[in-house]
């Protein structure tokens, strides 16, 4: 014949119960928590990966014989471009996202295409001072947006791969960061433009491709340093941007030499002028 359970056995019974169903629950929460971060991380990265890029028409290869003595100003201008475009991608990768559906075309391409127009008309400007003033350049200044991972076309007529950090233009086309990149530090390079000697008529527009291509090494090599912060050695910089920069460099103001050496005498000594430094 059984016998009931004492009364302290069936409240031990209720409150083991009890206790389980408090754990299980509270492994089911912390589970789905788990799910939900899991979750949000996947769709930021997503989203982060989603960054389109700007995609600007060439202004140097629509450019008259530029005057020597308007070489250095459209020079500065034609880096500046580049680094408009590297600013204008910076915002895009950082406000991803957000805004409404006009956002981009609002507070992006407007602005970007309304900084373009007073760059390119300097550029003009400086050239009318001593030749005929090139007409028509202002329709260049629109720029429109690729598709994720696209890459962006430079200002100066070369592309910009990925969204690029922030920079300003220094003399020579060098470019320093500001903004996300101030941390990192800003990669400086030496002036090459300066350095040249008269450029023969029939090698201006391939050198003015190759010191754009100079401009662009150098804000592509920020970018990386911008995107690159805390990874590695204390050898990183060195060996993941500012070598392989220099080797960039060294290539490119070779093909500027050999072009000028083709109708005059070639310069020597230029190669001196491909390695970076890093400044913070």
Known sequence: MSRALPKYNKRRVVMIGGASAVVLSAAVIAGSALAGEAHNN????????AANTVNCPAVAPS??????????????????LNTQIAEANTRLANTVGQGGPNFVQNAILGPLKDKRVATVNRIATAIGRT???????????????????GAAAGGAGTGATAPSA????????????????????????????????AVPASAKAEVDRNLALLNTQIAE??????????????????NAILG????KRVSTIDRIAISIGRTAAKPTGLDTLAACTLTK
């Open 42 to 49: 996947t769709q930021n990265a997503t989203t982060k990966a």
């Open 244 to 247: 392989p920069l220099k080797d």
């Open 131 to 149: 030749a005929a003033k090139p007409q028509g350049l202002d329709a260049l200044a629109p720029c429109t947006l690729n598709g994720a991972g």
């Open 166 to 197: 922030p920079a300003t233009a220094q003399a020579g086309g060098a470019a320093s960061g500001s903004g996300a990149a101030t941390a990192a530090g800003t990669i400086t390079c030496p002036d090459v433009a300066s350095r040249l000697p």
């Open 63 to 80: 450019l008259p014989a530029v005057p020597a003595s308007a070489k250095a100003e459209v020079d500065r201008n034609l880096a500046l």
């Open 221 to 238: 090599a920020n970018t990386r340093l911008a995107n690159t912060v805390g990874q590695g050695g204390p050898n990183f910089v060195q």
